[in-house]
Structures are given as C-alpha cells and as structure tokens.
C-alpha cells in the first residue's frame, strides 16, 4: 500500500496565486521528498526534508514536516502556467532507504 | 550530457510476447530502480539494483525480470506472465542506494507499454 497520500488530488489556480499540496504518511520516516512530472515524462526531484527539520525552503517552493501529525506540505507561491504538473511525495521505508510515493496532486495552473 | 535513457518511448505487446524496455545512465550511480505507474497513480517499485550483478524484488516484481550485468544498464523484462502490463514505465538511479542514505532520484523519461 501507499506510505504517502497527497491531497487533494486536483488542484485549479490562476497565474500568481499560491498553491498548497499535503502529503499524510503512516509510519516513521527519516526524510521525505517532493518530486513534480510533467506529463508523459519522468519525475524531477524538488527538494528533500530530514525528519529532524520543520521547513525548508528552495526558491518558490516552501515544504513543511509535521512528524508529530505524520504529514508534509508543499506550498508554491507566485504560480506559474509553467508549474502545471503532478506533485508526488515520497517518504522512505524505515532504513530501507527505498522511496514509497504517494499518487500525487495535479496541478493546473491557468494563465 | 548526464542522464538516464529510457528506450523506447512507446512499446507494444502482443499477447504471450516478452518484451524488454532498455534504460542506460552514464551518471555512474550504483543504485538503479525500475518503477510501474498507472494513470492517475503513484509509482510503484518493480525491481532495484544496488550493485553489479545483484538485484531486489520490489512490491510488484511478479511477471517481470532484470539484469544488471554492467553499472550502466538495468533492462526490465516484462513477461507473459504479467497479464496487466499496460501502463508506463520509470527508471530511476540513485547513487549509492543503501539504507539511511538521503538520496535524491533521478528518473528517465519513461515508456508506454501497451498491449495489442
């Protein structure tokens, strides 16, 4: 089963409004990590946040961890059309170090 | 350019046909993945590598098969025994890939399989 569940899972914005996504997992982790896809194509990498971290920031993008509430947000501020994308979370397995993701936010981002 | 290479792009099955998706990186991680992804789902892990000649079953390895015989390439072979193999492929690379390590994916472009 999914370790990651984002929500919502369709999100509709105008250019230059922000744009939340949550992520709720279910057991323990030690990082989670945000990835975008394109459409047809594969994943990019956003940004990583280590369980011993509260937020983190990388350009537009803002991601909180709540590992008392087992949840994640990533927030894009001043959206593009060009961030138009699906948004997945994905967390590791205990000390696995394998990614389980969970099936992602898409997002539209309307000029 | 470093990367990774998913060929081909579009692929498909016949009822009863192996087929064998190709992914090359030359970004010499040791830490190679294969990932299933159905419309409007998250990915699923295949099939993982952590080093030459050495491979893992994932969630879902079932009808499916690789090799790692060298560092560069990790193919996947989707059998006959795979009843459902329609839906798009992803491999990524990490790498180290061991546990505890904070790794970031770096995924390929993808193939579509689809069955005739």
């Known amino acids: 089963s999914q370790q990651g569940e984002e929500d919502p899972q369709a999100l509709s914005i105008q250019e230059g409004e922000n744009a939340t996504m949550n992520c709720s997992y279910k057991t323990s982790i030690n990082n989670l990590q945000w990835y975008r896809q394109n459409s047809g194509r594969g994943l990019v990498h956003l940004i990583l946040i280590r369980s011993n971290e509260r937020e983190k920031h990388s350009g537009r993008l803002r991601v909180t961890l709540d590992t008392s509430k087992k949840s994640s947000s990533l927030l894009i501020t001043a959206s593009r059309a060009a961030d138009t994308a699906s948004y997945f979370c994905?967390?590791?397995?205990?000390?696995?170090?394998?990614?389980?993701f969970g099936q992602g936010t898409t997002l539209q981002v309307k000029p | 350019d470093g990367g990774i290479t998913q060929s081909p792009k579009y692929l498909f099955r016949k009822e009863g046909q192996n087929v064998t998706l190709s992914c090359e990186q030359n970004l010499n991680h040791d830490a190679m993945y294969w990932y299933r992804q159905d419309p409007g789902q998250g990915l699923r892990l295949i099939y993982y590598s952590q080093i030459v000649n050495d491979f893992q079953k994932g969630d879902i390895a079932e009808g499916y098969s690789v090799s790692r015989e060298k560092k560069e390439s990790f193919p996947l072979t989707v059998t006959s025994a795979q009843k459902n193999p329609t839906a798009f492929y992803l491999c990524?690379?990490?790498?180290?890939?061991?546990?505890?390590?904070?790794?970031?994916?770096?995924f390929g472009s993808g193939t579509q399989l689809s069955v005739l």
């Open positions: 994905a967390t590791d397995r205990g000390n696995t170090g394998k990614l389980i």
């Open positions: 990524a690379s990490s790498m180290f890939g061991g546990p505890m390590e904070e790794e970031k994916l770096f």
